[in-house]
T-cell receptor, first 111, second 112 residues
């Protein structure tokens, strides 16, 4: 039972263009969402988060959008840079004290 | 450097054995989470401790157990190891509540 789904295992984007990573969730009780970036042989690093009371949060090149009615969130990276090539994990948390992660999307930034 | 320290970084052991993975959270963080990442799998939530008490359990096998000590460090004990337990085990910490969690670099466990 996957409560957090990242349906695209991989994504390739030209350098300088926008990268859009998508995430869907099934549990309407989730009220905090996070995105993490992971390089090989390293732990995931926090990128950006959003509370369920908001529909957008921006931090530099990274913007997360939340559509509660669709149970969908997305991460936009503009402009995409070579160093953005990594695996991106979407995560959701609720007051059950669990933080559930998706399976990740591997982003390739093409020169 | 996230401030979360995990030891050992790498471990190779035989089937049927028992191992202990250790995690020191960031200074001041009361919550510790454990995750398992197997090949082609995402981060599977195992267990969450807050200030020494178990707060939530995920897909943690009965052969696995964890605890958080008064100094807030945590240990994940894996026993009767099987080949399928080979994975990267991550610890993460946070101050508590709905907050960002910060990951350690993981402990690579290989069961042969």
């Amino acid at each position: 039972d996957q409560q957090v789904k990242q349906n695209s295992p991989s994504l390739s984007v030209q350098e300088g263009r926008i990268s859009i990573l998508n995430c869907d969730y099934t549990n309407s009780m989730f009220d905090y969402f996070l995105w993490y970036k992971k390089y090989p042989a390293e732990g995931p690093t926090f990128l950006i988060s959003i509370s369920s009371i908001k529909d957008k949060n921006e931090d530099g090149r990274f913007t997360v959008f939340l559509n509660k009615s669709a149970k969908h969130l997305s991460l936009h990276i503009v402009p995409s840079q070579p160093g953005d090539s990594a695996v991106y994990f979407c995560a959701a948390a609720n007051r059950d004290d669990k933080i559930i992660f998706g399976k990740g999307t591997r982003l390739h930034i093409l020169p | 450097d996230s401030g979360v320290t995990q030891t050992p970084k790498h471990l190779i052991t035989a089937t049927g054995q028992r191992v202990t993975l250790r995690c020191s959270p960031r200074s001041g963080d009361l919550s510790v989470y454990w995750y398992q990442q197997s090949l082609d799998q995402g981060l599977q939530f195992l267990i969450h401790y807050y200030n020494g008490e178990e707060r939530a359990k995920g897909n943690i096998l009965e052969r696995f157990s964890a605890q958080q000590f008064p100094d807030l460090h945590s240990e994940l004990n894996l026993s009767s190891l099987e080949l399928g337990d080979s994975a990267l085990y991550f610890c993460a910490s946070s101050p508590g509540g709905l907050d960002t969690i910060y990951f350690g670099e993981g402990s690579w466990l290989t069961v042969v």
